[in-house]
């Protein structure tokens, strides 16, 4: 397969030739698709002798090329796998034509043009483009597209490209034929290139911009599926008025085209004015999806919107700056997500996100900074580093520049670079630049600033107190240090906000403050505080104010104290989910800490009391356990399947001890569950939680209204039914689990939950159950949605994915081998499931390292190969 070669940020060169425009003439055929492509040529060092223009080229069949309409003699280019060369092209401007076949239908790898269903569809980034004609496919190219498709009317009535449809109707020279036209005027890098061909239903909207041009706003499902369609349609209109309102920035053609594809390797892809979807993502409504996949719908609609902006009027100069238009994509989704329902539960979501995910990856074997400086396959690099660590960075801008700074930066970056394709570099100096024009000083260096984007790894900051009771007098030490990462063992120290307040015993809290971290060691002396044995209450990271990991001093007594009182919420949070830590890893470790227990009981108990915490979404983040990958960080030797029994054991000794109170909320839950999302939401999650806890604790009422939830009105609840079952070996978990597959069998989109629910159920015969899965009649081994949810599902079952006698991990290593086969993409992400290997036992090592070695001696694409050298480095 495709051999491995390195690329390099530093050898990063501008494109010897501009390519002002495009134009593809696609042909669709029953077989086959030719693809005319002419591109005007423009050498950017003119005069000088010619240099070779390298063009990319992936599984095209090259029919003829021709340079200024003169047939191209053998001897002036070269064909190698995944390249042409012509030796000497002209000096002056020129135009370059190829003619080329390629196969969509038996393109298994999701990249470039391939079929899904019915119809035909494209995936362009990272670098599809060159499986679709020959291009230099790179970011730093952009080129005014026009597209002209034409196929059979019948097969394929919807023909859809980028930009403005300048002409459709049929085509005289054949029967039965017909094409479009699209022009788009705004010139973009190849990865933003789309196409649809396909027998597809439009459902239309509207949206009136602010300066009150009117936008077609169409979403483009197949047959059967428009009934699903509000949500998605509802989320594009508040994502089009929020980027007005926030930004000033507005929607900059006639119209805006959505496609549903059931075969998409990721969430949705933002091309412009055609952005393609992965259909789970576009299809819900209460009855089919749960509230949260309602807000994720929500979120990534919103996501591939705000990219017209920062990604494509702004796009990025190489695959190095990924993050420029990733990062800050995320960062205003989070922002759009937050003003839309809540600030506090959506940094909570965030911070809880980013420690599960991105800080295991920022600990292991594949950590690389923000912005990375090599890589084999750019698809391996689009990770939570680049997405949400990139993210914090922007806030982190934001947090030590004061809101109306940052936003003048905004402006200023969005003004200065729209239409050119920019670096991080760029980004980071508009924001210093347009906050700067107040005259204010900045407060801390940009240059330090910015080694947040070259250095890996999760830095630790360390706080040690020393309380002078006689004066009032608080001493803090504060230590930041930042663990070696695969390629740099030295770091360096980083600006890290720190917001922080104090607590008084009383609950009162103080004013929030920003301290700017800078320095290996630095002290703050706080004077005056009244004379105690014990100081205030210590409030750290305040709205999760870096991605950072922290340890202080603070006892269990201070942190219940925070975990009652702090009025922030994240650190309100935070201080439970270290108690939940503590109590967690002593279960996980065999020996239960019953004071603790106890003492966080009462706790809960005053939380759910009738005159307690009265906001329910509130009261469940409280109740919630810190994730699976948090706790085996904090452990000396991890150890999944026993955090998974300890947190199945504390929620029975939770649900039998607190069954009254448990019982006295979930009665008080009334007529607002039925209310319709957002509304109800923080009581569906509280009676889910319940459920949850109580069934654990064996009782069977709760399990019996669990199984009636399955098929009820209500996705979210028969969902939370399932989730409360899943662990228990009961009567009503089979019968939830054939209930639920009785009712969605029809609908693709909502079985992939049940094959995640199957194979994430922990049974004796787990595998064998596994492989019934993957050999089930509904089963799509060509969807990734599928795999994931079979393959994933099986990662998250720590009872057979840990299985002892290593044949878990083997499986999974089989299975990977056999996907990446097919798609490259799926694959290697798969394949990061044994990234904690190192962090095992000497025996689980052993096992892992034999799945390992399945994958290392098989034949596998670049991507995986990638992926599992950096797993065995
Ligand atoms: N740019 C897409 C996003 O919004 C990511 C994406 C979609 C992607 N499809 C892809 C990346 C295929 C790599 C390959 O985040
Ligand atoms: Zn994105």
Same mark, same amino acid.
């Given at each position: 397969m495709a051999p491995a070669s390195t690329v390099r940020l530093l050898d990063y060169r501008q494109y010897p030739f501009a390519i002002p425009s495009v134009s593809l003439d696609v042909v669709i055929e029953d077989r086959l698709v030719q693809v005319t492509s002419t591109m005007a040529v423009e050498p950017r060092a003119s005069g000088s002798a010619s240099e070779a223009m390298h063009l990319r080229g992936v599984e095209l069949e090259l029919l003829e090329i021709r340079i200024d309409d003169q047939v191209l003699a053998s001897a002036d280019y070269s064909v190698e796998t995944s390249r042409l060369v012509l030796k000497h092209p002209p000096a002056e401007p020129f135009s370059l034509t190829t003619v080329c076949r390629v196969d969509p239908f038996s393109n298994a790898s999701l990249e470039g043009l391939y079929a899904s269903g019915g119809m035909l569809t494209t995936q362009c980034e990272a670098e599809g483009f060159r499986r679709i004609t020959f291009h230099p496919d790179r970011p730093d190219v952009l080129s005014r597209y026009r597209v002209r498709i034409e196929a059979d009317r019948q097969m394929y009535p919807v023909l859809l490209s980028n930009g403005n449809l300048i002409r459709s109707g049929d085509v005289a020279s054949a029967s039965g034929r017909h094409e479009a036209i699209w022009d788009d005027p705004f010139p973009k890098p190849s990865y933003l290139f789309a196409l649809v061909a396909g027998d597809l239903r439009e459902v239309r909207d509207s949206f009136r911009t602010a300066s009150g041009r009117d936008v077609a706003l169409r979403l483009h499902v197949e047959p059967g599926d428009e009934p699903f369609t509000a949500h998605a349609m509802a989320s594009l209109q508040r994502s089009m008025a929020w980027d007005e309102k926030v930004y000033g920035l507005e929607y900059d053609l006639d119209e805006f085209n959505t496609v549903a594809v059931r075969h998409f390797n990721m969430g949705a892809m933002e091309n412009k004015s055609l952005n393609i979807f992965n259909s789970k993502l576009v299809l819900a409504d209460a009855e089919t999806a749960t509230d949260g996949e309602l807000e994720r719908i929500e979120s990534v609609v919103a996501h591939e919107y705000f990219h017209n902006w920062s990604g494509n009027r702004i796009t990025c100069r190489d695959w190095f700056q990924l993050s420029l238009k990733e990062g800050l994509t995320v960062f205003r989704d989070q922002c759009f997500t937050a003003d839309l329902h809540s600030q506090a539960l959506k940094r909570i979501e965030d911070a809880s996100m980013l420690r599960n995910t991105q800080f295991r990856e920022d600990a292991g074997p594949t950590a690389h900074p923000v912005k990375p400086d090599a890589y084999q396959a750019i698809d391996n690099f689009y990770t939570t580093t680049i997405y949400e660590k990139g993210a914090e960075l922007i806030r982190m801008l934001q947090t030590l520049l004061g809101k109306e700074r940052f936003m003048r930066g905004m402006g200023l970056y969005f003004r200065r670079h729209d239409g050119e394709a920019a670096t991080t570099n760029d980004f980071v100096a508009a924001i210093l630049q347009g906050a700067l024009e107040d005259g204010e000083p900045l407060g801390f260096d940009p240059e330090q600033f910015e080694r947040w984007y070259v250095q890996a790894g999760t830095p630790e900051v360390q706080i040690a107190r020393a309380w002078d009771p006689q004066h009032g007098r608080l001493t803090l030490t504060i230590r930041q240090t930042t663990a070696a990462t695969p390629g740099q063992p030295d770091k360096q120290p980083l600006v890290i906000p720190l917001l922080w307040s104090l607590v008084g015993a009383d609950g009162e809290p103080g004013e929030e403050q920003l301290l700017v971290l800078d320095q290996p060691e630095q002290t703050l002396v706080l004077e005056g505080l009244a004379s105690a044995e014990q100081p205030p209450a210590l409030s750290l990271f305040r709205q999760f104010s870096a991605p950072v990991h922290w340890q202080a001093d603070q006892s269990m007594t201070e942190l219940f104290h925070l975990f009652a009182y702090d009025n922030d919420p994240f650190a309100r949070w935070d201080a439970g989910q270290q108690l939940w830590q503590r109590l967690l890893l002593a279960r996980a470790a065999g020996d239960v800490d019953i004071a603790l227990e106890k003492q966080m009981q009462s706790s809960l108990e005053v939380l759910l009391a009738a005159d307690g915490e009265q906001d329910p979404a509130v009261l469940v983040t409280l109740l919630s356990f810190p994730g699976g990958a948090e706790l085996e960080a904090l452990q000396e030797v991890a150890e999944p399947l026993d955090l998974y029994l300890a947190g199945c054991a504390l929620r029975e000794q939770l649900g039998t001890a607190l069954a009254i109170p448990l019982k006295a909320r979930l009665e008080q839950m009334g007529p607002q569950l039925d209310q319709v999302w957002p509304e109800g939401q923080g009581e569906r999650q509280l009676t889910g939680l319940i459920w949850s806890w109580l069934a654990a604790a064996g009782d069977h009422q709760v399990r019996d209204q669990a199984l009636d939830a399955v098929t009820g009105p209500s996705m979210t609840m028969a969902r939370y039914g399932l989730r409360s079952l899943q662990p228990l070996d009961c009567v009503q978990r089979e019968k939830a689990l054939q209930r639920f597959h009785d009712r969605w069998q029809q609908r693709p989109v909502i079985f992939d939950t049940w094959f995640a629910l199957e194979a994430s159920t922990p049974r004796a015969d787990g595998l064998e159950r596994i492989q019934t899965l993957l050999d089930h009649p509904r089963f799509d081994p060509m969807a990734p949605n599928a795999v994931r949810a079979v393959l994933g599902g099986l990662a998250g079952n720590p009872v057979v994915f840990h299985a002892a006698d290593g044949s878990g991990y083997r499986f999974m290593a089989q299975q990977i081998i056999a996907v990446d086969q097919r798609n490259a993409i799926t694959a290697s992400r798969l394949a990061k499931? !044994? $990234? +904690?290997? +190192? !962090?095992? $036992?000497k025996e689980r090592q052993r096992q892992v390292l034999e799945g390992l070695a399945l994958l290392q001696s098989a034949e596998l694409s670049a991507n995986t190969r990638e992926v599992v050298d950096m797993m065995m480095a």
């Open positions: 499931v !044994f $990234s +904690r290997w +190192r !962090f095992y $036992s």
